[in-house]
């Protein structure tokens, strides 16, 4: 494996007949990778500040994507945008499939590569986040598998550039203004201050005197434009942060008390839950 192309991969048993496998290709905006077979394994509802782009390789997952649920298998792709809310359960038989997570910026320079895609001052999104094409399907699992295995650059550089290329060029689109913006300037204050405040303890008290909304008001109002309740968000601000850390080696306990969790087990619930392997598999792949 080549350490200055890719991250050392790290590799973790989770229940039984369950597998996940993470690693990070350094070179192209720190692209992290998934292939992960579950069997029970629950994804808890949650965002992330990459795309989120896959395959399945067999089985069915069950997820809920803009708040409709349906059923992925093999040939279904996944293309979710950042702060796109979603999770993930195992159908019977659980399922196997290849993850992406490439941040803004590696998809914005494949963009610029396409032609006739024309950028311009907008943001990058998918409306369709699942789609059934067998053939794409196929070119990410393809491009996944040469991540994985090959220890030549060049062969890793076209594979992304030609298999992210292909699914802007055929989901692609492009808006104004990112989601959140689009969001009341109320719930925007309240998506700042859980950024900003972590690592401290957060209540409904603090966020009420923030927006001048009353409880019940706020977790709803909260909830229809951000996708999530405001636990749900600060819980995934502050497993953004942890990954962080942890990708500079620091340790768990640490990482745990800085983050705003209360203790490490408290981290590894939500991390796993959000993240499919513990704090410590990730902190390997550093």
């Known amino acids: 494996m080549d350490l200055q192309t890719q991250e050392t991969a790290t590799a973790t048993e989770l229940f039984s007949g369950e597998r996940a496998k993470f690693w990070r290709e350094a070179r192209h905006c720190d692209l992290e990778c998934l292939t992960a077979t579950f069997r029970t394994h629950t994804y808890a509802p949650h965002t992330h500040d990459t795309f989120v782009i896959g395959a399945i390789v067999s089985g069915q997952q069950q997820h809920k994507l803009k708040g409709n649920e349906s059923i992925g298998g093999p040939g279904s792709v996944f293309m979710l945008n950042p702060e796109e809310v979603h999770d993930g359960r195992p159908m019977a038989g659980g399922y196997s499939y290849r993850m992406l997570y490439p941040s803004v910026e590696l998809m914005h320079k494949v963009a610029r590569d396409l032609p006739g895609v024309a950028p311009g001052r907008g943001s990058l999104f998918f409306k369709q986040l699942m789609v059934q094409d067998d053939t794409l399907a196929e070119h990410l699992l393809r491009l996944h ?10 062969e890793k550089d076209e594979a992304i550039y030609l298999a992210l290329g292909q699914v802007i060029g055929r989901y692609g689109s492009w808006r104004k203004e990112p989601v959140v913006g689009r969001a009341p300037k109320a719930v925007r204050d309240m998506c700042d201050y859980m950024r900003a405040h972590y690592d401290e303890e957060v209540d409904l008290d603090q966020l009420c005197a923030l927006s001048g909304m009353s409880k019940s008001y706020l977790v709803r109002v909260f909830a229809k434009h951000m996708g999530q309740t405001p636990h749900s968000f600060l819980t995934d601000v502050r497993v953004r942060q942890a990954r962080a850390q942890l990708a500079q080696g620091v340790e768990p306990t640490q990482v745990a008390f800085d983050c705003g969790f ?21 902190r390997n792949i550093a």
């Open 145 to 154: 598998a040469q991540l994985e295995q090959s220890l030549d650059p060049l």
């Open 262 to 282: 209360y203790d490490q087990s408290h981290l590894n619930r939500h991390f796993k839950k959000r993240i499919g392997v513990a704090p410590g598999a990730y």
